[in-house]
């Protein structure tokens, strides 16, 4: 069956580090995307891309970087991970405008 | 710019009780409006959908009418289950996933 993963599915660094979380998807989707999940703010968006070599800044992209080299994977990184970056991030790809499927989350902690 | 508005709850109902979780939304457009579903631990599930004016989304015997008159979705259903806790969040698509925006979730929790 087709699929959408992360990894780690936690994963606890410290300030200043660099952290890049993986997202690997089996759809053949074009669009894909990461977003952080926090307290009193739903899912904001982070970064999301239409295609291989194409990415986009979301609604909260300071401090984060994605990089789409095949349909499959985009994977998100933290330059240099912060403790307001402590958060739940999911990954999501669909077909088009209307429709997501989301990852199982990883859960990050920055000390 | 385009934003979604839902009581944030806690709520907590007995089993075989109404539900509604109310959602109101401001957008440019015509945005296809959702309700996704959160359980615990888990990744966010669309429950259904609804992509025009007047359209009725209904998945698991939940509802929700796209009222544009009162930009609104409300989430309804008539008698809950323990099953049926979760987070559940309202959300709109205007223009693929640039402007895909979510409310803040409601927590509901069903008592047997």
């Known amino acids: 069956d087709a699929e959408i993963t992360q990894s780690p599915r936690h994963k606890i660094t410290e300030t200043g580090r660099q952290v890049t979380l993986a997202c690997h998807q089996t759809w053949n989707h074009n669009n894909m995307f990461w977003y952080r999940q926090d307290l009193g703010h739903g899912l904001r968006l982070i970064h999301y891309s239409y295609g291989v070599h194409d990415t986009n800044k979301g609604e909260v992209s300071d401090g984060y970087s994605v990089s789409r080299s095949n349909t499959e994977d985009l994977p998100l990184t933290l330059e240099s991970a912060a403790s307001s970056q402590t958060s739940v991030y999911f990954c999501a790809s669909g077909p088009g405008p209307d429709e997501q499927f989301f990852g199982p989350g990883t859960r990050l902690t920055v000390l | 710019g385009n934003s979604v508005t839902q009581m944030e709850g806690p709520v907590t109902l007995s089993e075989e009780a109404f539900l509604t979780i109310n959602c109101t939304y401001t957008a440019t457009g015509y945005p296809s409006l959702f309700w996704y579903v959160q359980y615990p631990g888990e990744g966010l599930q669309l429950l259904l959908k609804?992509?025009?004016?007047?359209d009725k989304g209904s998945n698991k015997g939940f509802e929700a009418t796209y009222r544009k008159e009162t930009t609104s979705f409300h989430l309804e259903k008539g008698s809950v289950q323990v099953s049926d806790s979760a987070v559940y969040f309202c959300?709109?698509?205007?223009?693929?996933?640039?402007?895909?925006?979510f409310g803040p979730g409601t927590r509901l929790s069903v008592l047997p």
């Open positions: 609804a992509t025009k004016a007047d």
């Open positions: 959300a709109l698509s205007s223009n693929y996933g640039q402007n895909f925006v």
